[in-house]
């Protein structure tokens, strides 16, 4: 469902993005893990058509991104890694903004949204945004994407800012559409909804996939016989000494 | 003090910020020339309404004892004091919200609030950093000062160096006058800030500016002299003395204020009196006041919602009207020429040409926002499954049409005013209005793009050159079309004049009808040129 070949991200110098090879079937809930500053959101970027990228290409339901544009957004969703919404719009203001920009079906949408919000304990939609808390709009971003129950879903860091009962329901929602027929890719750096929640994992360290599979792969690559994700992480992305650099300070 | 001194400056260096230019080097950009961009229409407009005043209140310089009214005053003070009372309200109204939104809005604040400052400086150095924007107000005020000792020291008979004295007491009680508004201002938005969220704050200060426009209109209606009735002596005298005991009474300060003007010790001390109290009052009640938004929040459940067929436009058009900078600025380029509808000076011509100087010049501007509201939560309108140019385009297109509606109304009531000729004229005009429109909201969005990594909590979005390069352009082509269009329909109407006598007609009109035909021409090949450079731009934008 989701495809790229030798995708690659330069800023000027700076390669954020090295020949990206990625292949991730229909149904699949495939987690994109790093520390920060690895590349996760400009790989986001590019797969949701708002980075242009410097050479490589992304194939997403079988067609090429940069000349289907328009369709394949039209069966995104995508919770970016701000919640930035346009901050003189109340909240249901926004949502019907989108319904209309993305022409949903009126009645199925509004039933899935309120759905949604009873789950979210959404009650702030006459206020504006502006007035909202950071996981206030959090909740409204990723309401507003899921409401359209998009094909391909992309959450980048969804959880960060939402409480820990709203994170919980947010990782049911994901599984529900994962069940339901929906892709969905997602990047954390926290290991935990890394390991409880996907499918697959591909780790991504300055740019570049430094490992990728199952759980149950990942734990063979361990040449330390380590058995937590958080171990192996920390291994492969070369951050295992950090308990020297902990002594030093 | 030295605290608040410190939070001025970095909160004006971090206006002033170097920009990167397209090779990646550090600009340096003034501030001073971006605040004189912007308040070069409210400039023009406050010499406009001073020598309004000026023409009025000559006039009207008779003292009220000539009604047989026991008063020193004169029926200019009366008229006079309509004016400060509404310009001073409108102020208060204006101000006291607008230090609101900046200390809410601000991310300064919280961090401050965090650090051993002063809660007095934190919102002093909020209320100064609003000030500019609300300042169209106090800056009528001063040709109102300016103009009150001149017309009232030429009735005296003043020497020269009685004249320079009382220019000096002039401003001196200016300050104080100007001092208490602002006092009474923090006052108030003290007060608010205890029970207005920022977006309450936000609407509030828009209604100011509705407020405003109509008291602009008014007053400049109420103030013509002919409005005056003096045919029945007895209903006058009476009016006059109600007047007197309403806009005159000790309480407002502006009284004080003339009576200082005039010379009154009292006065000029009852000044500084209430100046040092509010202060006080200010310095006091500041110190334990509540500096973060405390907005109510709405329960209230929607059950059926709206998808409207355009849902770009349905909220481009909301956001605009719910910024009050941007709904002001839509709404300024009718004031002038309903105020000169209203004091009979009308002229289709000259309305043209300072419509469309304000006009043309706002549009750009308002395109420049539009496109802002989207830049500030970049990149996610990329993911709408709309062409991004489109998404672009359609915000300079939106100040276009509401503007060229603004002046079709505007002709309209032209024709009520002075008839059907009138109306032609207006409607011919409106082919140039609306392309210098298009080329000067083109050319605002280019330049936008030309360099789109702008600070989007900054007010003045445009760099002070960019803002005298927008506001040459639109003077020069307004000039340039509409001054041989007026003298044409003037040489239609009644024959050659001036210079015009002189020449054959063919090159008379040659001449009146060639040099505008040729500008909009240029216009329309200029419009092409941008709209192509805008697209380059575009693909690039990322
Ligand atoms: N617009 C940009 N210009 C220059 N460098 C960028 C830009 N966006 C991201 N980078 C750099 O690319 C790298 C990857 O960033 P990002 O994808 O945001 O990381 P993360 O994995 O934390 O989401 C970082 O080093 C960041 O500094
Ligand atoms: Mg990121």
Known sequence: MIKTINLTKNFGDFAAVKNLNLDIKKGEIYGFLGPNGAGKTTTMRMLTGTLNYTSGSVIINDMDLRKNELKLKSIMGVVPDEPKMYENLKGFEFIEFIMGIYNCKKEETQKRFEEICEAFSIDFLSNYIGDYSHGMKQKLMVSSVLMRKPDVIFLDEPTVGLDARSAKILKMLIEKYKNEGSTIFLTTHILEIAEKMCDRIGIINKGEIIAEGTMEDLKKLSTTGQNSLEDIFLELTGEDEISDIVDEI | ?542
């Not at chain 2, 009372?85 to 601000?106: E, H, K, Q």
């Not at chain 2, 083109?442 to 936008?448: N, P, R």
Request: hydrophobic share 55%; glycine share 6%; aromatic share 14%.
């Open chain 2, 1 to 542: 003090m030295s605290q608040l001194t410190l939070l001025l400056k970095y909160s004006f260096k971090n206006k002033v910020r170097p920009k990167k230019d397209k090779y990646g080097q550090e600009k340096k950009s003034s501030a001073m020339s971006g605040v004189f961009g912007y308040l070069l229409p409210a400039a023009v407009f406050g010499i406009f309404i001073g020598f309004l005043f000026f023409m009025t209140f000559q006039n009207l310089n008779i003292p009220l004892a000539d009604f047989g009214i026991s008063s020193s005053f004169s029926l200019m003070d009366i008229f006079l004091s309509i004016s400060l009372i509404g310009l001073g309200i409108f102020f208060f109204i204006s101000y006291s919200p607008s230090i609101i939104v900046n200390l809410f809005d601000s991310e300064m604040t919280g961090i401050l609030l965090t650090m051993p400052v002063k809660k007095s400086t934190i919102f002093l150095s909020a209320a100064v950093d609003s000030l500019l924007l609300s300042g169209l107000s106090l800056g009528m005020m001063i040709p109102l000062g300016v103009i009150y000792p001149i017309i009232y020291g030429n009735s005296l008979n003043l020497s020269i160096p009685h004249m320079i004295f009382s220019f000096v007491v002039m401003i001196i009680s200016l300050l104080l006058f100007i001092g208490i508004l602002l006092g009474v201002s923090l006052l108030g938005g003290i007060f608010m800030s205890n029970f207005m969220g920022k977006t309450a704050a936000k609407k509030l200060s828009m209604l100011a500016y509705f407020g405003a426009i109509l008291l602009y209109v008014f007053a400049a209606n109420f103030i013509t002299p002919d409005k005056i009735n003096v045919s029945n002596a007895e209903v006058l005298v009476n009016n006059l003395k109600n007047a007197l005991g309403f806009v005159l009474s000790p309480l407002w300060p502006h009284t004080h204020f003339l009576g200082a003007m005039r010379g009154s010790f009292i006065s000029f001390l009852i000044l500084v009196l209430m100046n040092i109290v509010i202060y006080y009052l200010v310095f006091l009640l500041t110190r334990n006041m509540n500096m973060i938004s405390t907005g109510k929040k709405i329960k209230e459940k929607k059950s059926d919602y709206k998808v409207s067929s355009n849902p770009l436009l349905k909220k481009d058009l909301k956001l605009l009207f719910r910024d009050s900078q941007s709904l002001f600025l839509l709404l300024y380029p009718l004031i002038f020429p309903f105020i000169l509808f209203f004091t009979g000076s009308i002229n289709m011509a000259f309305i043209s040409i300072m419509f469309n100087f304000i006009a043309s010049f706002y549009a750009s501007f308002l395109s420049v926002m539009m496109i802002m509201e989207e830049r500030k939560i970049w990149p996610n309108p990329k993911l709408y499954p709309i062409d991004t140019k489109r998404l672009i385009k359609s915000k300079i297109y939106i100040p276009i049409i509401i503007f060229a509606g603004e002046f079709l109304i505007l002709d309209i009531v032209s024709f009520f005013f002075s008839g059907f000729e009138s109306l032609i004229f207006g409607l011919i005009m409106l082919i140039p209005v609306l392309i210098i429109l298009i080329y000067s909201s083109l050319v605002g969005a280019k330049m936008f793009f030309k360099n789109p990594k702008r600070d989007v909590k900054q007010k003045n979005i445009l760099s002070g050159k960019e803002t005298i390069t927008l506001e040459g352009l639109s003077i020069v082509f307004s000039l340039g079309i509409f001054i041989p269009m007026s003298a044409l329909s003037v040489y239609i109407k009644s024959g050659p004049f001036w210079i015009f006598e002189k020449m054959s007609p063919v090159l008379n009109y040659l001449i009146l009808l060639g040099i505008p035909l040729l500008l909009i021409f240029l216009l329309i090949y200029l419009c092409k040129k941008e709209s192509k450079e805008l697209n380059i731009l575009l693909e690039k934008e990322e």
